[in-house]
């Protein structure tokens, strides 16, 4: 697998939105799920959200429910995070992560670069 390509990311006040995108190179149609992940300073990786391809639902971490839209275009070879409304604890490095499994736990060799977001308050 190639690995995924992160875009998007930068430096926001509080209430902006931002948009991240995530080349899915190589994606394997198998594949159950894909999905963000970031990891501020000090802290675990954690996860954002997520997209069950062949059920077409998304997964939301509490923390950005109703805040947060993950989406993918029709080829599935590309997906989008749009953040709305960011907080300064939204600030971290976003990862994508093209292959979760069905407990969307990610594969640790399919992360992208990572993102730096910044919210300043």
């Known amino acids: 697998q190639v690995q995924p390509v992160e875009f998007g990311g930068g430096l926001v006040q509080a209430g902006g939105s931002l948009t991240l995108s995530c080349a899915l190179f190589g994606r394997t149609p198998g594949i159950f799920a894909s999905g963000w992940f970031r990891q501020a300073p000090g802290k675990e990786r954690e996860f954002v959200a997520g997209i069950v391809w062949h059920r077409g639902t998304t997964h939301y971490a509490d923390s950005v429910q109703g805040r947060f839209t993950i989406s993918s275009n029709d080829a599935k070879t590309t997906m989008t995070l749009q953040m709305t409304d960011l907080k300064p604890d939204d600030t971290a490095v976003y990862y994508c992560?093209?292959?979760?499994?069905?407990?969307?736990?990610?594969?640790?060799?399919?992360w992208g670069q990572g993102t730096q977001v910044t919210v300043s308050s």
């Open positions: 992560n093209g292959d979760l499994d069905y407990t969307l736990v990610p594969n640790p060799e399919y």
